[in-house]
């Protein structure tokens, strides 16, 4: 996406390659696909794949720019590089980076995330903050991070950290045409795009944010310049010439309108039809004519800085007025005008003008640029910074727009401390706090046996309640915690994100190759289980929507979850204890989240009718949390020592439909998590059936039968 080089022609390499303004018509192409799948994904559902496309052309041209320097040592030709790529990106990224963080503290009550995305994108390291943090770009909530759209810069940034290495290794040195240099980046690219394909299956996240998934794309950009170099002299038959370009265009253009789904193969089919068209368009042709006129061209020059400030600008929209049809027309505007400006103002002059008297010193004002507005992030961080914010806010830590969202129950004098009692349990037993940010931020934990039975045992002969889940077990904890204490039980907690714990992946999603990250889940279900005695309860609390993936848009079975649920029931019950399996609740998109924070920026968000209820296929999480509800109330009846509490007659009604706020207060906290409040909907209920099951277990019940 960041490497807007002039794109050279298909000349041999070493010789002068004169300007391909082609090129920067497919970058206009890239770079409209994003910003139309952005402003509204149903729009053009795989607009996404746009930067792809950028990856492709940036290897293209990377390529070709690195055969146009001179030779000299290895230290004069890196000095060289990275001062032209200093010179090229820094200037309207850290301007960029700078209003953006000044607009997220006006807007954003709680932004230390985005912020400290923003920190690592000066430096090019979002991707791997993105990807540590355990966000999703395909997620509602990287709607609200204002530099979420940086994480492609962090990709090509590395990329550059070791391509031009290999290139000064196997090319430079007597600016020889040697074979070993394409041999080494096909080999490269191979086991990348192996990686990707593997990563896909297990770790999307991974295959999406990391370098080493992605170096294949920009290595087929690579290739081709060096291939078709050798043979540009080649010419192709006329009819193909002509229509050969069309067809391939053509056939990305039907890529990117296709139902969302499918990523792996749909990026793996984007990157090989913008390499042969990038190989295949010639002059004369009806398609290079439509990618050489004046409007695409002089977009597909201002690309990187349309690139940076329609995220901006999106964000922002987000945040206050949203997006509309009425809106878009002057959202539209202002980024093409925030775009042109920045490219004839910052990027151009600032790239053609003499920095310094070295090109060292030229990379150290770059650098030097960088750290001071990531000062200027550091700043905003700082607790006075919340000044800043235009609405209202009852902590420091998020908005007050007079709706609570406390537990009333909790504060009742049967339960007076529970919330401190338990306390250290949410600090020192959560499996991945390496996963938080902010003030919440602990060291990596090393989960092993004495972790995990430091969480889970209770003392000899005490009878406990055992909660263990994702984060949903964490917001639940001191709901539990006051039922094991009017049940005169123990409470243990022990828990983690992103992982179904203590089920297994596998299981789940039979895979054998799938796991949760760096915690032994075979460990865990043993320690779980093996600290169960005759009376305890084991609770189960996750999300149930999350763990299975909505291939090309098709909702999974849901059935499931059904072995897993078995295999951890028989288990349980073979300890004599009971299993009790809290139901999950539908998600929020990004524009019901904003109409839980209302202030006078946003108000007309909660103004709408459709803002007030959750419709049942609003997304697929949705609309497969009421189908695995449904069917789960019913595949848990009658079953001995082992219960299923749906949530959905709290939260929802006729035809599906479900409550973001009751009687003036929040019941979610975020797009998925419930509030303190909507616990309390639940709470004597949920205590009545955890006193039937502990009722049930101490009659001497058998395991279930199904």
């Not at 000299?72 to 990106?89: P, V």
């Not at 041999?183 to 990686?195: K, P």
């Not at 009971?578 to 019901?592: M, R, W």
Request: proline content about 6%; aromatic content about 12%.
């Amino acid at each position: 996406m960041i490497n807007t080089e002039p794109p050279q022609a298909n000349h041999p390499p070493g010789d002068q390659s004169p300007y391909r303004p082609d090129i920067d018509g497919l970058r206009a192409l890239a770079v409209l696909a994003v910003i139309f799948y952005h402003f509204n994904e149903k729009s053009l559902p795989n607009g996404y794949l746009g930067v792809d496309i950028f990856f492709v052309v940036s290897g293209y041209v990377i390529t070709s720019s690195l055969y146009q320097l001179p030779g000299g040592t290895l230290g004069d030709f890196l000095l060289g590089f990275y001062a032209r790529r200093i010179k090229r990106l820094v200037p309207a990224m850290v301007l960029c980076a700078a209003i953006s963080a000044i607009l997220v503290r006006l807007f954003n009550p709680a932004p230390a995330v985005t912020i400290k995305t923003g920190l690592t994108a000066l430096f090019g390291l979002s991707n791997l903050y993105l990807f540590r943090a355990a966000r999703f770009y395909f997620a509602d909530s990287s709607k609200l991070n204002i530099f979420t759209n940086t994480w492609s810069l962090g990709v090509e940034e590395q990329f550059y950290l070791i391509f031009p290495l290999i290139f000064w290794l196997l090319v430079r040195p007597g600016h020889r045409r040697s074979v070993m240099f394409p041999l080494a980046i096909g080999t490269m690219s191979l086991a990348s795009l192996l990686l990707f394909i593997r990563l896909s299956d297990i770790n999307q996240p991974a295959a999406f944010f990391l370098m080493p998934a992605r170096f294949w794309e920009l290595g087929a950009g690579c290739l081709l310049f060096t291939i078709r170099g050798r043979y540009a002299r080649t010419e192709l038959p006329g009819n193909i010439r002509r229509w050969l370009p069309l067809l391939l265009v053509g056939s990305v253009i039907t890529i990117l309108f296709l139902p969302f789904g499918q990523t792996k193969w749909l990026t793996l089919a984007i990157v090989l039809l913008t390499t042969m068209m990038i190989g295949t368009i010639c002059p004369g042709t009806t398609l290079y004519r439509v990618l050489t006129s004046r409007p695409a061209t002089y977009t597909g020059l201002i690309s990187y800085s349309l690139y940076l400030w329609h995220w901006t600008i999106l964000t922002t929209s987000h945040w206050t007025i949203g997006i509309h049809w009425w809106s878009a027309p002057f959202q539209v505007l202002l980024i093409f005008g925030l775009a042109a400006s920045s490219h004839k103002y910052v990027e151009k002059p600032l790239r053609h003008r003499q920095w310094a008297a070295s090109r060292g010193r030229t990379i150290a004002f770059g650098l030097f640029g960088s750290t001071a507005v990531a000062i200027l992030l550091l700043i905003l961080l700082l607790p006075g910074a919340d000044r800043l914010y235009l609405g209202t806010t009852s902590n420091g830590e998020g908005p007050a727009d007079g709706r609570q969202t406390g537990s009333t129950i909790l504060a009742a004098p049967q339960y007076a401390g529970v919330a401190d009692s338990i306390a250290a349990a949410r600090r020192q037993c959560n499996m991945t706090p390496h996963l938080l940010s902010g003030k919440n931020y602990q060291p990596k934990p090393t989960v092993d046996r004495d972790f995990i039975r430091n969480c889970v045992n209770a003392p000899t002969g005490a009878k406990k309640i055992l909660l263990v889940g994702d984060s949903f077990a964490l917001v639940s904890a001191e709901h539990i915690a006051a039922i094991s204490r009017q049940l005169g039980y123990e409470f243990r907690l022990i828990y983690g994100f992103g992982c179904p714990y203590p089920m297994s992946q596998a299981e789940i999603r039979h895979n054998p190759d799938l796991g949760c990250t760096e915690i032994d889940e075979r460990l865990l279900l043993d320690e779980v289980i093996g600290s169960l005695r005759k009376g305890d309860i084991l609770v189960l609390r996750i999300y149930l929507p999350r763990y299975l993936p909505y291939d090309n848009n098709n909702l999974p079975a849901v059935e499931a979850y059904d072995p897993s649920i078995d295999s951890l029931a028989a288990n349980v019950n073979s300890r004599g204890a009971g299993l009790l399996v809290i139901g999950a609740n539908p998600t929020l998109t990004t524009t019901q989240v904003q109409s839980l924070h209302l202030q006078w920026f946003n108000f007309q968000k909660g103004s709408a009718s459709t803002l007030a209820e959750i419709g049942p296929t609003e997304k697929l999480e949705t609309a497969f949390y009421h189908k695995v509800d449904d069917h789960l109330r019913d595949y848990f009846a009658g079953r001995n020592l082992t219960r299923f509490f749906s949530l959905k007659s709290y939260i929802c009604g006729r035809n599906n439909l479900c409550r973001i706020t009751a009687g003036g207060q929040n019941l979610y906290s975020d797009d998925s998590h419930l509030t303190p409040f909507a616990h309390d909907l639940f709470f004597e209920d949920l205590l009545t059936a955890t006193t039937g099951l502990a009722a049930e277990i101490g009659a001497g019940s058998r395991s279930p039968e199904k």
